[in-house]
């Protein structure tokens, strides 16, 4: 489709389809209630291969590099930088927050199909891996707090459990 354009043309195209995509994706995404993103759906759920997390620390090495990617935060927005409480209620708000953001960054890799759709040529493949190196990291950032921040959370409860227990 794009290919009878020039180079330029190609260019400027490819980054509004990529714009446009990203942009869409970001204001569904932030204007959701947070009641959407349910960490029991079966988008969510850890996959027996992931073992909590640890599959993306030991094949991935994601405590190396995760904390020198930015971070967006919308106004008024919720920052997944470092803990901000350790109750229950915020820890759940947490990981429906992690879910937001998976979702978000998983729906961006489905602009690289309109890309390569659109393009035969190299122009596609080079946004399209732009694409892809640009969302998913994200992605398994989100992953990896949300199975370590789901541990937390658990831990919490058996001692909250087992006070009310031994009272």
Same mark, same amino acid.
């Given at each position: 489709m794009l290919q009878d354009l020039d180079y330029l043309s190609m260019l400027m195209i490819n980054f509004l389809i990529v714009g446009a995509w990203h942009g869409i994706t970001y204001l569904f995404s #932030? !204007?959701? +209630? =947070? #009641? #959407? *993103?349910? +960490?029991?759906?079966?988008f969510y759920r850890q996959r027996r291969w992931e073992k909590d997390g640890r599959w993306y620390r030991d094949h991935l090495h994601i405590t190396?590099?995760?904390? !020198?990617m930015p971070q967006f935060i919308r106004k008024d927005g919720f920052s997944k930088r470092h803990l901000a409480g350790t109750s229950v209620k915020y820890l759940d708000q947490f990981i429906r927050e992690t879910c937001r953001g998976e979702w978000m960054h998983a729906w961006n890799l489905g602009c690289i199909f309109v890309i390569l759709a659109a393009n035969q040529s190299i122009v596609g493949v080079t946004f399209s891996v732009l694409v892809f190196f640009g969302n998913s990291p994200f992605a398994i950032i989100q992953r990896y707090n !949300? *199975? !370590? =921040?789901? =541990?937390i959370r658990k831990r919490l409860c058996r001692v909250a459990t087992s006070a009310v227990v031994a009272t």
């Open positions: #932030s !204007r959701m +209630p =947070l #009641s #959407s *993103f349910r +960490p029991d759906a079966i190396e590099w995760k904390d !020198r !949300r *199975f !370590r =921040l789901e =541990l």
